[in-house]
């Protein structure tokens, strides 16, 4: 507080002498007052021109009514707390600001992780859902070549299919462990394993196709009640005859299955078979 009969050489006014004072002092967060008898002026480095010459002019009642001390402390006080009130308003705007600013990042990180995993549910259950919609396929396939033979190229056609099925179903077994944060924040990996999964899925598809194209399409008669194939029916409804029969048809002698131990021959069973053929038929 500096107290002047009139502002001193080269200053007109009590303010510029004020703004001087302040700034050849080096104060800072300071209050600078100075009285005279016809008026007072005011200097802080923590409120703004227009507010230090609000509450300057609102305190000239005091320096009317008392003496410049009082009136210079009541100025100063005054200041001070505009100053702390503005410095605590500034802080909690901040403070707000700042809380709102990270709730807004959480929600947006939440958000984001939110729809990378339910991305990531939804592309795994259709995974899944089609390895459990080929494993129906797979049984099925399996017992149509189940009584082909080793070489045939159903059955190895077969055995690549279940290879296919083997590894998408241990793929997507491990891929069921991957937590929400690992699918939205590491997703690069794991969505490169799903592919791969499906992938092998395509794959098991097609060459069951190409099984079940190869073995004829169609369950033989027998196998899925895990009994022998009987003989397929031959055009006319008639049964064709069994495969070590066949040459029958061509003529050529074939071993026939006798009942005794004294070999029989293959001439003297087929007039029998005629004729009890012929009976049945006449009896019918």
């Not at 008026?39 to 300057?56: C, K, M, N, Y």
């Not at 690069?188 to 598809?205: D, H, K, T």
């Not at 495969?243 to 006798?258: K, V």
Request: with cysteine.
């Amino acid at each position: 507080m500096a107290f002047v009969q009139s502002p001193p050489a080269p200053y007109a006014t009590l303010g510029t002498y004020a703004y001087a004072l302040f700034d050849r002092l080096g104060f800072k967060r300071a209050v600078v007052i100075v009285a005279s008898p016809h008026g007072v002026a005011a200097r802080t480095d923590r409120l703004s021109a227009s507010e230090t010459q609000s509450l300057t002019n609102a305190s000239t009642a005091q320096f009317l009514q008392g003496s410049y001390v009082l009136g210079a402390d009541s100025l100063a006080r005054a200041l001070v707390k505009k100053a702390d009130d503005n410095d605590s308003s500034s802080a909690r705007t901040k403070t707000i600001t700042l809380v709102v600013i990270i709730l807004v990042v959480v929600g947006l990180i939440a958000l984001f992780i939110g729809v990378r995993a339910s991305r990531w549910r939804s592309a795994y259950g259709e995974a899944v859902a089609w390895r459990d919609s080929l494993a129906q396929k797979v049984t099925d396939t399996s017992d149509h070549v189940n009584y082909l033979p080793d070489d045939h190229p159903a059955k190895r056609t077969f055995l690549t299919a279940s290879a296919y099925y083997s590894t998408a179903s241990a793929i997507l077994d491990q891929l069921a462990k991957v937590s929400a944060l690992q699918a939205a924040f590491r997703s690069g990996r794991q969505r490169n394993a799903l592919g791969q999964a499906r992938s092998s899925l395509q794959a098991a598809e097609r060459t069951l196709q190409e099984a079940e194209a190869q073995a004829g399409g169609t369950q033989v008669d027998g196998a899925a009640a895990g009994g022998s194939p009987t003989a397929p029916a031959a055009p006319g409804g008639e049964i064709a005859p069994p495969a070590e029969f066949a040459d029958r048809a061509s003529g050529q002698a074939a071993p026939a299955a006798c009942f005794s131990s004294v070999p029989c021959r293959l001439r003297r069973r087929v007039p029998r078979w005629s004729a009890f053929r012929r009976r049945m038929v006449i009896g019918a």
